[in-house]
């Protein structure tokens, strides 16, 4: 990543890999790290949720030690994200006690609880009902350029959107090295919770180019009829 080059393209805050399960850290993470707090702008680290590894499982406890040590002193711009999308061929009760032991292990200590990064069908196939989940913000990954994400069963609202990732080809325009990049953008209904600074820079919540898509539902008799069209700027 080339910070400066992001900074200039408008990003206004960004998330870094830091670890997966409790046996991987990303070579690129103290560089990414440094490279947004040199230009400004705001950073938190993110964790892989893995619940196991080669058929081991592991423990949230273990991850968030894991976690905590490859931290070490550095002091998040707001709360870290529980990254949840991977089940490692592990059924559905020993994946969401493991989300629910690191949640109770996250290393640092904020107002509220970790974000959870999750796409919808990924966690409500893998993840058991709870009314706890609400109490974690949510970062919702949907590709696409509707106007709503599809939300994951156990949350009414996104606090933040990943709605861009794979295939973007928008690397370059936000200093990445990779032909695409993660783009997300911020619900203004939530507060931004940064440790120091309450008021969100807010990215802009309009449709990213003059195509909208726009998703469509129609009931005739008792017959369902579900489709997408395109709404083009003149």
């Known amino acids: 990543m080339d910070w400066g080059k992001a900074a200039g393209a408008g990003v206004q805050f960004a998330a870094v890999r830091c670890t997966v399960g409790d046996y991987y850290l990303d070579p690129e993470f103290e560089r990414n790290w440094t490279g947004a707090k040199q230009v400004g702008i705001p950073v938190t680290a993110y964790h892989v949720v893995a619940p196991a590894d080669g058929g081991?499982?592991?423990?949230?406890?273990?991850?968030?030690?894991?976690?905590?040590?490859?931290?070490?002193?550095?002091?998040?711009?707001?709360?870290?994200?529980?990254?949840?999308?991977?089940?490692?061929?592990?059924?559905?009760?020993?994946?969401?006690?493991?989300?629910e032991e690191c949640i109770e292990n996250i290393p640092i200590e904020f107002d509220t609880n970790p974000?959870?990064?999750?796409?919808?069908?990924?966690?409500?196939?893998?993840?058991?009902?709870?009314?706890?989940?609400q109490e974690c913000p949510l970062l919702v990954a949907n590709y696409t350029t509707g106007l709503e994400p599809l939300m994951p069963r156990d949350w009414k609202q996104w606090a933040a959107?990943?709605?861009?990732?794979?295939g973007?080809?928008?690397?370059?325009?936000y200093g990445a090295e990779s032909h695409s990049i993660d783009l997300d953008r911020w619900n203004p209904d939530v507060p931004f919770l940064f440790n120091d600074n309450n008021e969100p820079p807010l990215p802009p919540v309009?449709?990213?180019?003059?195509?909208?898509?726009?998703?469509?539902?129609?009931?005739?008799?008792?017959?369902v009829y579900v489709g997408e069209g395109v709404l083009e700027k003149e």
């Open 56 to 99: 081991e499982r592991i423990t949230g406890e273990k991850q968030m030690q894991y976690f905590a040590d490859m931290l070490g002193d550095r002091d998040p711009d707001y709360p870290l994200i529980l990254d949840c999308e991977l089940n490692k061929g592990q059924d559905a009760r020993w994946v969401t006690a493991v989300i």
């Open 206 to 223: 309009s449709p990213p180019n003059d195509n909208m898509t726009i998703q469509m539902q129609a009931l005739f008799g008792d017959d």
């Open 168 to 173: 973007n080809g928008m690397g370059k325009k």
């Open 161 to 166: 959107w990943q709605w861009s990732a794979d």
């Open 115 to 133: 974000f959870i990064y999750t796409a919808k069908y990924w966690w409500n196939a893998n993840v058991w009902e709870s009314n706890r989940w």
